[in-house]
C-alpha cells in the first residue's frame, strides 16, 4: 500500500467510527493489509490534520470539517508547482508522481465547485462543475494548494 492509498484508509477509518488510540489504527490499518510504524501513523495523522477529542467513554481520533481543512501543502510538501486555466478547465502541475495524491485530496474535500479530477504522473485536470464557477474554483484550489 503507498502512501496515497494509506492516506486514503487512515481517513476512512477515522471517519467511519470510534478510533481512541493510534494502536487501535494500526490494527484497523492490519486488516486492510497495510502495516505501519508508529511513527509513519503519525506523520499520517499530522498530515491530515486529525486530532484526539475527548468524549464518552475516552476520546477518538477526529478528521476536521471539509471547510476547515489546511493547506494542501502540509501534506504534500512544495509537490504543487503551478495551477493554471483557461476558460473552461483548470490544470495543476505537481512533482513526478503527486499528482494522484493531489487530485484525492481534491475529490475528497467535495468542493461545490468540482465535478471531477483527472490525475496523470505530475498533472491533474480539474473539471469545474460549471463554467460559471471557474474563477471561484481557481481561487479555493490556490488557496488549498498554494497556501504558505
Known amino acids: 500500500m503507498n502512501k496515497t492509498e494509506r492516506i486514503y484508509a487512515v481517513r476512512?477509518?477515522?471517519?467511519?467510527?470510534?478510533?481512541?488510540?493510534?494502536?487501535?489504527?494500526?490494527?484497523?490499518?492490519?486488516?486492510?493489509?497495510?502495516?505501519?510504524?508508529?511513527?509513519?501513523?503519525?506523520?499520517?495523522?499530522?498530515?491530515?490534520?486529525?486530532?484526539?477529542?475527548?468524549?464518552?467513554?475516552?476520546?477518538?481520533?477526529?478528521?476536521?470539517?471539509p471547510g476547515t481543512v489546511p493547506p494542501l501543502r502540509t501534506l504534500l510538501g512544495a509537490s504543487v508547482t503551478d495551477i493554471a486555466a483557461n476558460e473552461t478547465l483548470v490544470l495543476i502541475r505537481t512533482l513526478p508522481g503527486a499528482a494522484g495524491t493531489v487530485a484525492e485530496f481534491i475529490d475528497s474535500q467535495r468542493f461545490?465547485?468540482?465535478?471531477?479530477?483527472?490525475?496523470?504522473?505530475?498533472?491533474?485536470?480539474?473539471?469545474?462543475s460549471s463554467v460559471r464557477r471557474l474563477a471561484q474554483l481557481l481561487k479555493v484550489l490556490k488557496n488549498k494548494l498554494l497556501a504558505r
Open 12 to 65: 476512512k477509518i477515522i471517519a467511519s467510527g470510534a478510533v481512541g488510540s493510534q494502536e487501535e489504527l494500526k490494527r484497523e490499518l492490519a486488516k486492510e493489509g497495510c502495516r505501519v510504524t508508529q511513527a509513519t501513523l503519525s506523520r499520517d495523522l499530522k498530515d491530515l490534520g486529525a486530532s484526539w477529542v475527548p468524549g464518552p467513554g475516552g476520546g477518538r481520533y477526529a478528521l476536521t470539517e
Open 112 to 128: 461545490p465547485e468540482v465535478l471531477g479530477t483527472v490525475a496523470g504522473d505530475n498533472t491533474v485536470l480539474v473539471i469545474p
